[in-house]
């Protein structure tokens, strides 16, 4: 029984999932890896190496799909640099039966992984209108203000929906609840999702400096959910050779295993690392894969879905 039910919340591939459709909302990951994708810019290194020879080793930045089947409408979360290549990935994994563009994007927080994917939807690319555009307030402020996303808003290419912390809000039969997270807040605050279907419970939080520093227990916040993705930028602290990691804080991978440690084998089930830099070796190294998995942990495949 066990291992059925670790079946669906694991996920599985697309191509099973074209043999049957999920009847309930479900998430499908669109991408993976950090901000600079993978393989990651200027990287001529090992890690970087195989991805640069082989088009099949290359990850997406991180973003998810929330799909509804009985509305055929669906949601993205996070506008990435790579949005082109995710829209079209999406539309041919679900057999082109959902539109192209999302009924809406809710976006994390403005550092350029996560929300510069919005200059496609501008006069120069699709010039869509009011694409509807779910942040906090601060980064609401700040996409108001500045160009060259204000004018995105000021020629109505999109909508801005001012989300409020800690107050979850309905599309159609799911929820979604945004709540804040410490992390290097330049422009914005930084936001992780709560997203609620009828059948499951998700918690999403790709960036956050540090679990010791959030006003909330990470722990009891996964025993809450089925299924936490959860930022593992970093495997290790020795992973950075041309500059101090602690410029770029993030929960290590080992952090986060070791702080889950002494839970049960099903409250370890529920993690699934996700956000990998292009040195984490969790994102293609087959031997710490297996380690990871073997520690009784989970991570996040570019294509997979969950229900």
Known sequence: MRAILLFFIIGFSVQTWAQKMPASSFIM?????????????????????????????????VSLALVDPKTKKWWLFEATPDIKAQLQDFRK??????PYLPEGIFITHAH??????????????????????YVLPKFKSFLTQNGP???????KNINLIELKADNPIRITENKITAFTVPHRDEYSETAGFKIETSTKKYLFIPDIDKWSKWDRNIIEEVK???????????????E???????????????ETEDLFDKEDIAIKHKIFFIHFNHTN??????????????????????GNIYY
């Open 240 to 254: 950075l050779g041309n500059r101090p990691i602690s410029e770029v804080p993030h929960p290590l991978v080992t």
């Open 93 to 98: 994994r679900t057999n082109e039966v959902y």
């Open 224 to 238: 809450k959910v089925d299924v936490a993705m959860l930022d593992a930028t970093f495997y290790t602290n020795a």
């Open 112 to 133: 350029i992984g996560h929300y510069t994917g919005l200059m496609e939807f501008g006069r120069e690319v699709m010039a869509t209108r009011n694409l509807n555009i």
């Open 29 to 61: 990951v669109l991408g993976v890896a950090q901000d600079g994708g993978y393989p990651h810019m200027g990287c001529q290194k090992n890690c970087c190496k195989m991805a640069w020879k082989d088009e099949k080793l290359k990850r997406n930045v």
């Open 281 to 302: 070796p969790l994102m293609w190294n087959m031997l710490i894969q297996k380690q990871v998995l073997k520690n009784g942990f989970n991570f996040a495949k570019q």
């Open 149 to 155: 996303w204000s004018q995105l808003v000021m020629l």
